[in-house]
Structures are given as C-alpha cells and as structure tokens.
C-alpha cells in the first residue's frame, strides 16, 4: 500500500483528513511518525501558496507524495481578516483556541450583526519529482457571539451555519467532515489520489 504523508501537526487536523480520506488505499503518515521537523514559514499571501509550501518541503524531505492545505476564516465585516492570519490571530503569540476566539469577538463587537463569514480551504498535493495538484473548498456561514458544541476545534463554536440552526462545533462529526471546507477541498482531492493509483 503506498504512503501518503499528510503534512501537519495539528490533531484535530489530522482526525479530519483520516476520516475525510477513508477508503483510499493508502497508508496516511505524519511529520512526528517519521521524525521529520521541518519549519516551514508559511510567509505567501495565498493559502494556496502556503498549502504549496508545506506539501512541496516535506515531498522533498520525506520522498513521498505529501498533503498539505491551509486554511482560514474570513470575516466580512473586518475586510476579510483573520484570513490567512487564522491561526495566529491574536495580539500575543502561543494564544489558545479559545482565545483567538475572544479576540476575534473583541473586533466584531463595534459591528452590526450578522456578521458573515466563511471558512476557507487550499488542499495541495506534492509529488516528490516536483508536481502539484490543487483543490479548493469554501463554507459560508456567520459569526455568532457566544461559544456552542463541544466537536472541531479553532474557529468551529461561533461559526453559525444559518440553514442547520447550530454552529460547526454542534455538528456530528461525520457530518461536520463532509460538508465543511476541508471536506469539499479533500473530497475534490479524493478524486485526485484515487486516478493516481489507476
């Protein structure tokens, strides 16, 4: 069975790319489970071009074919941020989950509601001769000013999703994998390492 090396450290990342590729003949690795530490500066202004970074550094490091995809939150009412800036927007560094999200509500205090948003994913597939294959998933939804559900992580207890009546953190988590941005980029992708195998 051919290796996949999934290129993340996040746990709730990782939970959601193994459950979203079940079924794929492959045997999905980490990083921690090869040794490999690589620092990779996620410095481009694309999550596309980040997911690129990280795939195509650690194809190159390990020799195998490698998942990446970066991924943010867009808030309309703030112009769009914290974007690519997701996972370390907050005034101080090392700041939790739980605070990013305290932080984000700081800054959409002074606006009307609702405040919409969307979750953004780039998915980035790297082989280790230098190709690349691209995917793209988007949720829309809305910001809400008070945390719900126990399921996801970052972002995923204020993200209102209108048409379901509960936040992404609400969800059951077989549900919140198939529909929500990572799921549509990774379900584009599917299709992409299964023709691989043909």
Not at 121 to 131: H, I, K, N
Request: charged share 25%; glycine share 8%.
């Amino acid at each position: 069975m051919p290796t996949l090396l999934i290129a993340t450290s996040n746990p709730g990342k990782m939970r959601e790319i193994t459950s979203l590729l079940a079924g794929l003949p492959f045997d999905l690795t980490t990083p921690t489970a090869l040794g490999l530490r690589l620092d990779v500066e996620e410095t481009a202004h694309t999550y596309r071009e980040n997911a690129a970074l990280k795939a195509a550094a650690y194809a190159l490091e390990s020799n195998l074919p490698t998942l990446a995809d970066d991924s943010g939150l867009e808030v309309f009412p703030l112009n769009g941020l914290p974007g690519i800036r997701s996972a370390r927007f907050a005034p101080f560094p090392n700041a939790t989950d739980a605070e990013r999200r305290a932080y984000l509500l700081e800054n959409l205090a002074p606006h009307p509601r609702p405040w919409r948003a969307q979750f953004v994913c780039a998915s980035c597939l790297a082989l280790p001769g230098g190709e690349k294959r691209y995917t793209r998933g988007i949720l829309p939804g809305e910001i809400i000013p008070e945390e719900r559900g126990g399921n996801g992580f970052g972002y995923d207890p204020i993200f209102y999703l209108p048409e379901r009546g509960c936040t992404l953190a609400e969800l059951p988590e077989d549900e919140k994998n198939r529909i929500s941005h990572r799921g549509r980029a990774l379900e584009a992708m599917r299709d992409i390492l299964a023709h691989m195998l043909k």
